[in-house]
């Protein structure tokens, strides 16, 4: 995995960034879906559903699955996806992460873009470079730098733009915004180990003892 690269194009205002910030908590910490007092209609899972285009990053045949529930825009789910990293660089072979990307944060650009172009990359087998550059601008994602990011990893952009006019990526999107809604997701990051949701790990040492590590 290429060591990700922080793509300099512009500084925004201080008011906007505080701005940012507030807009972010907000998302943190209230229910993405609203709140939904009809019980009677609200389905449940057992089992999460791993879909063909849902990126795998780590070995296919670990013994432990983590499914990550993470929005390219937002910075707790930029540190958790560097810890991730971290795990499995440590303890090679023993975690598989299902990342299911859930674009949810509109400011200071709406992170559907990115996530399209994510969903694209992972067409080319460029999904993980993609999410690293990705997760280095996280708080600038406006279309020059996804722009940008498509030419440092060198994706073919004939493919790319097949891929975007095809329709697919925001097929899958929706699809995972619906699988959110039915798990109840609050928040992002939102991780799952075997199928149960846990109080998301802080660190390296935190997942160990998790995992039994």
Not at 96 to 101: A, S, T, V
Not at 135 to 143: G, I, K, P
Not at 146 to 169: F, M, P, Q
Not at 186 to 197: A, D
């Amino acid at each position: 995995m290429i060591q990700s690269r922080h793509i300099f194009l512009g500084v925004l205002p201080a008011l906007l960034l505080v701005v940012g910030i507030f807009s972010f908590r907000f998302l943190q910490y209230n229910a993405l879906f609203g709140n939904n007092t009809n019980t009677t209609q609200t389905a449940t899972l057992d089992l999460i559903p791993i879909l063909p285009d849902d990126p795998i990053i780590g070995s296919p045949s670990a013994p432990h699955t983590i499914v990550v529930f993470e929005d390219l825009a937002c910075t707790g789910c930029r540190a958790q996806d560097a810890i991730l990293n971290d795990l499995d660089t440590k303890h090679p072979g023993k975690i598989k992460i299902i990342w299911k990307g859930l674009p949810v944060i509109p400011f200071p650009y709406t992170s559907g873009p990115a996530h399209e172009y994510a969903f694209c990359a992972n067409k080319q087998g460029k999904f993980e470079t993609f999410k690293d550059f990705a997760f280095a601008n996280y708080d600038n994602l406006s279309q020059t730098t996804i722009t940008t990011i498509v030419k440092e990893i060198h994706l073919d952009e004939d493919k790319l733009n097949a891929c975007l006019n095809s329709g697919e990526a925001t097929t899958y999107i929706d699809k995972i915004r619906t699988l959110a809604e039915l798990l109840h997701i609050q928040s992002v990051p939102t991780v799952f180990l075997e199928n149960e949701q846990i109080i998301t790990p802080t660190s390296v040492d935190e997942w160990e003892v998790v995992l039994g590590l």
